[in-house]
């Protein structure tokens, strides 16, 4: 069974512009959560979807959206960039219902010059 | 505010002793916790966890202990090994759902 898949592995932005990360969960799991690493605040929260709809979110800037295709592949997208930014960008998915684990993918690492 | 928290950000260990890191927590109603661990580019695995209404679990070389009354846990690795070396991660499962993650605990194991 393929694991979660996260493209791209790599990303060099400048300030100002924008990304879009993509994830492909486990076949099956049916939630897809984000979570940025860095050196500093560990792994914090940024959103959750099930069935296309986001149904808990962190404490982010309006500038992290994400959204949930029909397949559970999930996008998240980061507008006008700053270099606070810079981090690692993990996908992790679940099976329906309550969580107890999470599956996490190898993560998108984001530079922003 | 941290609402788990991992107070060591390293620890360094001689292979084959027992290696013990430390989470606390300050929120009494999180019911389920896990240990993750991570190697450098790679995503967090799920390592083991625990429930509210246990004190102890085992898997293994790996064994949490979760102390309610303290708001405190510990995962114990006996015997260490090399390959253990890597950042673990505390998690507490929040009440939307989400996992709260601490800081991390990079773990060194010596030969």
């Known amino acids: 069974k393929a694991g979660v898949t996260q493209t791209p592995r790599y990303l060099i932005k400048t300030r100002g512009q924008q990304v879009t990360l993509s994830c492909s969960p486990i076949s099956g799991h049916r939630s897809v959560s984000w979570y940025q690493q860095t050196p500093g605040q560990g792994l914090q929260f940024l959103f959750e979807?099930?069935?296309?709809?986001?149904?808990n979110k962190g404490n982010f800037p309006g500038r992290f959206s994400g959204r949930q295709f029909s397949n559970s592949r999930s996008e998240m997208n980061v507008s006008t960039l700053e270099l606070g930014d810079s981090a690692l960008y993990l996908c992790?998915?679940?099976?329906?219902?309550?969580?107890?684990?999470?599956?996490f993918g190898s993560g998108t690492q984001l530079s922003v010059l | 505010d941290q609402q788990v928290k991992q107070n060591s950000p390293s620890l360094s260990v001689q292979e084959g002793r027992i290696s013990i890191l430390n989470c606390d927590y300050t929120?009494?109603?999180?019911?389920?916790f896990l240990w993750y661990k991570k190697y450098p580019a790679e995503g967090p695995t799920f390592l083991i966890s625990i429930s509210s209404i246990k004190d102890k679990n085992e898997d293994g070389r790996f064994t949490v202990f979760l102390n309610k009354s303290a708001k405190h846990l510990s995962l114990h690795i006996v015997p260490s090994q090399p390959g253990d070396s890597a950042v673990y991660f505390c998690a507490a499962k929040g009440s939307q759902g989400n996992l709260i993650f601490g800081k991390g605990t990079k773990l060194s194991v010596k030969p």
């Open positions: 979807y099930f069935s296309e709809t986001q149904r």
């Open positions: 929120n009494s109603m999180f019911d389920y």
């Open positions: 992790a998915s679940s099976l329906v219902g309550t969580v107890k684990e999470l599956f």
